[in-house]
C-alpha cells in the first residue's frame, strides 16, 4: 500500500532548482481524486490491491525479486533518480530498446504532436525550448518525425544533441537548424532524435510529425499525403500516445483536420489535448462562441490556448523570451478565455510533463512485466541458434567435436540406423525371393524332363520310374544364382541411397556453419564410396560360394519332407548309390537324400526355398558388417583425421553463416538492451 501510494502521489515538478506547481484544474482535480483514493485505500487495505494498478505493481513486485534481474551498470546508472528524472530515463530506455529493433518500444507512453500544415506547431515547440531550432519556409518543411526530449539541467548552459550522430554538444542553434534541414530533404518514417538541455525547460519528450496536407504542391510526392496520414496513424493508434492536437484558434474548430484524425482513435477524447493557436488573431466577440464550440468538443485532458511570436515580430526582434511575457500579457488582458481553459506556453510545457510524468508511472508495472517476458522470449531464440564461436581453442574444439556428434546423431543415430536395417531386410528377402519365386514358376509351367515324369502329372506315390539327370538341374540352379548376384549388388547400392537422404536432410543441423556442413558432407561421401566397394566385394565372395552349392542337409531334408507331404509322398534314406535314382549328396552331413523321378519338383521347390533364405542372411549380413554397424565409429574416424587439421583450418571450419550471424548479434543486442531496461526501470520505480 505504501509503494502504492507512492507511485500515484502527485508531486510539484522541480525546474531549476525551483518547485513549480503551476497546472490546468483537470489536474487539480486529478490530485484531489487521488488524495481522496489513497485515504480509502488506507482503509480497505488488502481490497483496494484488486484494482489493475495494485496488480500490476504486485506482479512487477514479485518479479523484481529475480537475483538474476539486471545488469550492474544499469542499476549504477539509475541509482538516486527522483521524479526529476523520470521522463529522461524513460527515454533513454526507449531509444536504446528502439535501436535494436524492438517493436514494443513504438507502444511505450509518448506525446505525439500532430496539425496541418502551418497551424504553428514548430512555432509552440520553440516557445517552450525557448530557442529558434526549427527550419521556416513554405510548404512542408517537416518530412519526418523529430523526436525532442528536453533535459532540465541545472546552470545556465544550453546544448543540443543529435543522438544519431554522435554525442557533440551544439551550443550554435542556427547549426542545430542546419542539421534539421539537411536531414529533412525527402520524405521518411525514419524519426530523427534531438535532445535538449537547459535550465529553462521541463523534462518532457514530444514526437513531432510532418503537418497533414490537403493538397499536395507541384514539388510533392502524389502520395505524400497518404504517407504523411499513415505515419501520424502509426503513432496516435497506440493507446498510451497522448495526442496533442494543434489547431488554429481562429478557425472553425470542427472542421479541425488534427481534431478530427484524432477522434478517429480516441473517440471519446480521454488521451487529446488540443493546443489552440494564434489565439490573438480572433476576435474578443468571438469568445464566447469559441468557448461554445469547446463544450460540444470535450476533451479530458481539455484545451490550452497559446500565443506564439508571429512572424512581423519575428522580423522586428522579438525574441521568444519576450514572447513568453507578450503572451502573458495578453491572456490576461482577456479574462473569459483564462476562466474556462487553461492558457500560456509556459503552463503547458508544465502540464504535459506532469502528464507524460504521470503516464509512465503508471505504465511502468506492465512495460516492467512485458521487457520480461519478451527477454525470455528473446534468450529462447538465442538458445535456439546453438552456442557462438569461443575464444580459447580448447572451447573451439569442443564446440568442433559437439557439432560433428550432433551432425553424427542425426543422420546415423540409432533410430536411424534400426530403421535402414528394417528397410533393407525386407528389401533384401523381397529381392531374392521374388526372383526365385518367378523362377520356380517358370521351371513349373515348362516342366523339364529331369523334374518330372512325361506326362507332368505328379502321382501319390513314387513309382521309381524316372531319375533326375542332376548335371541339367545343376545348370538350371546355377543360372538362377548368377541371375541373382546383379540384384544383389543393387542392394548395396540401395543402402547407400537411403544414407544419403539421411545425409541431406542432416545437412540442415550444420547450415549455420556451411564451411563446416560442406566438409563433413564431402568426407561422408567418400568414406560411403569406399564403404560401397567393399560391401561389393563381398557380395561377390558370396555368390562364389554358392556355385559351390555347399548346403546343410537337415535342414534340407526337412523342407523337402514338408513339402512332399503336402503331395503324400514321403522321404526315403539309402545306404549306398543305387541304378535307378539319383542321391543328393550334402557335403555337410554323411546322410542323402534320394530324389528320383516324379518329385523333382518337389525338391527343386524345396531347394529355392532353402536358397533364398540363406542368400537372404548372407546379404543382409554383410550390409550391416559392411556399412551400417561401424558407421557411426568409422564416419567419427574418418572426421578425426580430415578434419581436425591445423588451427586456423578448425576455426574457419565453426565459421557462422552470414545471415545467422547478423540473427545471432541482433538477438544479443535485444537481449543485452532489454536486460539493461529492465534493471534501469526497477531502479527507477524504487526511487520514486
Keep these: 500500500k505504501i509503494k502504492m501510494h507512492r507511485l500515484l502521489r502527485p508531486r510539484p515538478l522541480q525546474v531549476g532548482g525551483a518547485l513549480r506547481s503551476r497546472s490546468s484544474h483537470v489536474i487539480q482535480r486529478a490530485l484531489r481524486t487521488s488524495t481522496r483514493e489513497t485515504q480509502k485505500t488506507n482503509q480497505l487495505g488488502l481490497l483496494a490491491l484488486s484494482a489493475g494498478i495494485g496488480v500490476g505493481l504486485l506482479t512487477w513486485l514479485y518479479y523484481s525479486s529475480d537475483e538474476n534481474f539486471g545488469v550492474a551498470e544499469a542499476k549504477t546508472e539509475a541509482e538516486g533518480l527522483s521524479m526529476r528524472g523520470v521522463i529522461p530515463t524513460f527515454a533513454k530506455v526507449q531509444d536504446a530498446l528502439k535501436s535494436v529493433g524492438y517493436a514494443d518500444a513504438d507502444t511505450f507512453p509518448q506525446i505525439v504532436v500532430i496539425g496541418i500544415q502551418s497551424s504553428g506547431k514548430s512555432s509552440v515547440l520553440e516557445m517552450i525550448v525557448g530557442e529558434e531550432f526549427i527550419p521556416k519556409g513554405e510548404g512542408t518543411v517537416t518530412k519526418r518525425p523529430l523526436v525532442l526530449t528536453l533535459h532540465n539541467v541545472d546552470g545556465n548552459e544550453k546544448w543540443a544533441q543529435f543522438p544519431d550522430f554522435g ?113 490573438d488573431l480572433l476576435a474578443r466577440s468571438d469568445v464566447p462562441l469559441l468557448l461554445d464550440t469547446l463544450k460540444k468538443l470535450p476533451l479530458r485532458l481539455g484545451y490550452v490556448g497559446v500565443k506564439c511570436r508571429s512572424k512581423a515580430e519575428r522580423q522586428n526582434g522579438i525574441t521568444l523570451r519576450d514572447a513568453v511575457d507578450i503572451e502573458e500579457n495578453y491572456f490576461a488582458s482577456v479574462s473569459s478565455l483564462q476562466k474556462n481553459i487553461e492558457t500560456g506556453t509556459k503552463g503547458l510545457s508544465q502540464e504535459l510533463s506532469s502528464m507524460l510524468q504521470r503516464q509512465v508511472i503508471h505504465s511502468l508495472p506492465e512495460i516492467t512485466e512485458k521487457i520480461r517476458v519478451d527477454l525470455h522470449t528473446f534468450r529462447k531464440e538465442l538458445s535456439e541458434l546453438g552456442p557462438s564461436t569461443p575464444r580459447t581453442q580448447a572451447e573451439k574444439d569442443t564446440l568442433l567435436l559437439r557439432e560433428i556428434d550432433n551432425y553424427l546423431n542425426a543422420m546415423v543415430g540409432a533410430s536411424t540406423i534400426y530403421n535402414i536395417k528394417v528397410e533393407m531386410a525386407q528389401r533384401v528377402y523381397n529381392t531374392i525371393y521374388d526372383e526365385c519365386t518367378k523362377f520356380a514358376a517358370q521351371m513349373k509351367r515348362h516342366p523339364a524332363p529331369q523334374l518330372s515324369n512325361r506326362s507332368g502329372e505328379m502321382p501319390k506315390y513314387w513309382e521309381g520310374k524316372e531319375d533326375i539327370e542332376f548335371q541339367q538341374w545343376e545348370e538350371q540352379i546355377q543360372a538362377l544364382v548368377k541371375n541373382l548376384q546383379p540384384l544383389a549388388e543393387s542392394l548395396t547400392y540401395d543402402t547407400i541411397k537411403l544414407i544419403r537422404v539421411n545425409l541431406d536432410s542432416a545437412s540442415s543441423v550444420l547450415d549455420h556453419r556451411p564451411l563446416l556442413r560442406d566438409a563433413v558432407r564431402n568426407s561422408t561421401l567418400k568414406y560411403l564410396n569406399h564403404s560401397q566397394m567393399d560391401t561389393v566385394t563381398h557380395v561377390e565372395y558370396l555368390f562364389r560360394l554358392e556355385n559351390n552349392i555347399s548346403y546343410d542337409g537337415k535342414k534340407m531334408e526337412k523342407k523337402y519332407n514338408d513339402l512332399l507331404m503336402l503331395h503324400g509322398g514321403k522321404v526315403e534314406k539309402a545306404e549306398e548309390n543305387q541304378s535307378k535314382g539319383w542321391f543328393w549328396q550334402s557335403k555337410t552331413e554323411s546322410s542323402s537324400l534320394m530324389v528320383t523321378g516324379k518329385y523333382g519338383q518337389v525338391f527343386t521347390e524345396a531347394y529355392i526355398d532353402h536358397m533364398t533364405e540363406r542368400l537372404s542372411s548372407n546379404i543382409y549380413n554383410a550390409l550391416c558388417v559392411e556399412i551400417l554397424d561401424p558407421l557411426k565409429n568409422q564416419l567419427q574416424k574418418t572426421y578425426t583425421v580430415e578434419l581436425f587439421g591445423d588451427a586456423n583450418s578448425r576455426e574457419l571450419l565453426l565459421r557462422e553463416k552470414s545471415d545467422r550471424l547478423k540473427q545471432r548479434i541482433a538477438l544479443e543486442n535485444k537481449v543485452d538492451e532489454l536486460q539493461r531496461a529492465a534493471t534501469t526501470l526497477d531502479a527507477l520505480v524504487k526511487s520514486l
Design 167 to 279: 554525442k557533440e554538444a551544439i551550443k550554435d542553434w542556427k547549426r542545430v537548424e542546419e542539421i534539421i534541414a539537411k536531414n529533412n530533404q525527402r520524405f521518411t518514417d525514419q524519426p530523427l532524435r534531438l535532445d535538449i538541455y537547459s535550465p529553462d525547460v521541463v523534462d518532457l519528450r514530444l514526437v513531432d510529425l510532418p503537418g497533414l496536407i490537403h493538397n499536395p504542391t507541384r514539388e510533392q510526392p502524389k502520395d505524400v499525403r497518404d504517407m504523411i496520414k499513415g505515419v501520424t496513424t502509426r503513432y496516435i493508434q497506440n493507446p498510451k500516445t497522448v495526442i496533442l492536437a494543434v489547431t488554429e484558434g481562429n478557425t472553425d474548430l470542427q472542421t479541425s483536420e488534427a481534431l478530427r484524425l484524432s477522434r478517429k482513435y480516441d473517440p471519446n477524447g480521454d488521451r487529446t489535448i488540443s493546443v489552440l493557436t494564434k489565439m
